[in-house]
C-alpha cells in the first residue's frame, strides 16, 4: 500500500513538472515573440546598427575588464617571490592596460548605444503610429478595442522601457558572464566547471519562479485593473458623487477596493518571493566560500589564483542576483503589450488606394 502511495505521489509529481515546464516555455517563447517583434516591425534599420555595433563593443569591452583579475594573479605571485620589478610590470602594463582598454571599447559602446537610443524614439513612435493608422474603423470603434490611442500610448512607454533594459541595464551584465567564466576555467578548470555549475542553476532557477510569479500576479493584476478601473469611474463622475453627498462614502469603497489587492501583493513579494530570493542568494554566497575553502586546503592554487578566482566568483554572485530582475521585468512589459502587439501584427482588411479611396483586400 505505501508503494502505491508513493507511485500515485511520484506521478503526481512529474505530471506538476511537466506542466510547470510547459508553462515555463510558452512563457518564455512569448517573451521571445515579444522581443522579435520589436526588434524587426518597431525598430528601423538604424537603429538595429547601431544596436548592433554596442554589443560588439561592449563584449569587448567585458573581455578586458574580465581579464584585470588574470593580471592580478601574476602580480600576487611575483610579489610573493619577492620579484618586485615584474609585479609593477604586470600592475602597469597588465592591469593599466587592459583597464585603459576598458574604457576606450566602453565609451565606443556608450557613443553607439546613445546613438541606437536617440533614434528608438522616432523608431517607436513612427511605427506604433503607421501600425494604427492602417487600421479600419470597426477596430478601432469597436468594443474591446486594444488599438486605440490610449493603447498606443502604454504600448510605446512599455517598449521604451524594454529598450531601456536591453541597451542599458542588462547587457554589460550578460556579456561579463561569460568571460568571467572563461577564465575561470583556464586559471582551473574545476573553477570554472563550478561557476558554469551555479550559471545552470541560476538560469534554471530563474526560468522556473519567474513563470510562478507570473502565475500570482496574473489574478492580481486584473484585480489592480479592476480597482483603478472602479477608482476613475468615482473621480470622472465627482459632480455626481458631490451633489449626492456621498463623499465619504465612496472614499472609504476606494480605499477598501485598492487595500485588498494591495495585501495580496503584500503577500506575494514581502513574504514568498523573499524566501525564495534568499535561497538562491544563499547557494550563490556559500559555494564559491566552500569551494575556495577546499583549494585553501588542498593546497590547489597560488595566492595569485586564489585572488583571481575570489574575485571572479563573487563577481559571478552579484551579477547572477541582476540577470533574475532583468528576466523578470522582460517577461512582465512584454505580456502587457501582447493584445496590443497581436492586433497590430493582423494584415489590414483595408488597403490605401491613391491615399484617398479604400479597397477591400484580396
Not at 126 to 144: A, M, P
Not at 214 to 238: C, H, I, P, S, W
Request: include cysteine.
Amino acid at each position: 500500500m505505501f508503494l502505491f502511495f508513493l507511485y500515485l505521489e511520484r506521478r503526481r509529481m512529474m505530471s506538476t513538472f511537466s506542466r510547470v515546464m510547459r508553462e515555463t516555455r510558452d512563457v518564455y517563447r512569448e517573451m521571445f515573440e515579444g522581443i522579435k517583434w520589436i526588434w524587426t516591425e518597431i525598430i528601423e534599420q538604424e537603429s538595429r546598427t547601431n544596436a548592433k555595433k554596442a554589443i560588439c563593443f561592449l563584449i569587448a569591452a567585458m573581455f578586458t575588464l574580465m581579464f584585470i583579475p588574470y593580471t592580478w594573479k601574476f602580480v600576487a605571485d611575483a610579489m610573493h617571490a619577492g620579484q618586485t620589478n615584474l609585479a609593477l610590470l604586470w600592475l602597469v602594463f597588465g592591469t593599466g592596460g587592459a583597464g585603459l582598454s576598458t574604457v576606450a571599447l566602453i565609451s565606443l559602446h556608450d557613443h553607439y548605444r546613445e546613438r541606437a537610443w536617440n533614434s528608438n524614439y522616432s523608431s517607436v513612435v513612427n511605427s506604433l503610429v503607421r501600425k494604427l493608422y492602417e487600421r479600419i474603423l470597426e477596430e478601432l470603434l469597436g468594443d474591446g478595442s486594444e488599438v486605440g490611442a490610449e493603447q498606443i500610448e502604454s504600448t510605446k512607454d512599455k517598449v521604451e522601457n524594454i529598450l531601456y533594459m536591453l541597451l542599458f541595464e542588462s547587457p554589460q551584465v550578460l556579456a561579463s558572464i561569460t568571460p568571467a567564466i572563461i577564465f575561470m576555467g583556464v586559471v582551473d578548470w574545476r573553477a570554472g566547471l563550478v561557476a558554469f555549475g551555479l550559471l545552470v542553476l541560476n538560469v534554471l532557477w530563474f526560468l522556473y519562479f519567474n513563470t510562478r510569479i507570473d502565475e500570482k500576479m496574473g489574478d492580481l493584476d486584473e484585480q489592480f485593473r479592476t480597482a483603478n478601473r472602479r477608482m476613475v469611474e468615482k473621480m470622472y463622475f465627482a459632480y455626481s458623487v458631490k451633489a449626492a453627498g456621498v463623499e465619504q462614502k465612496m472614499q472609504q469603497q476606494i480605499a477598501q477596493e485598492v487595500a485588498e489587492p494591495l495585501m495580496a501583493d503584500l503577500k506575494i513579494w514581502a513574504y514568498w518571493f523573499i524566501y525564495v530570493e534568499s535561497v538562491r542568494k544563499g547557494i550563490n554566497y556559500v559555494t564559491p566560500v566552500l569551494f575556495l575553502g577546499y583549494g585553501i586546503y588542498s593546497e590547489l592554487w597560488t595566492v595569485g589564483d586564489f585572488l583571481a578566482i575570489a574575485a571572479w566568483f563573487f563577481l559571478l554572485t552579484e551579477r547572477f542576483g541582476l540577470v533574475g530582475h532583468f528576466m523578470r521585468h522582460l517577461t512582465a512589459n512584454v505580456a502587457r503589450i501582447k493584445a496590443t502587439r497581436e492586433k497590430l501584427s493582423k494584415p489590414s482588411l483595408f488597403h490605401f488606394n491613391k491615399g484617398t479611396i479604400y479597397e477591400r483586400s484580396s
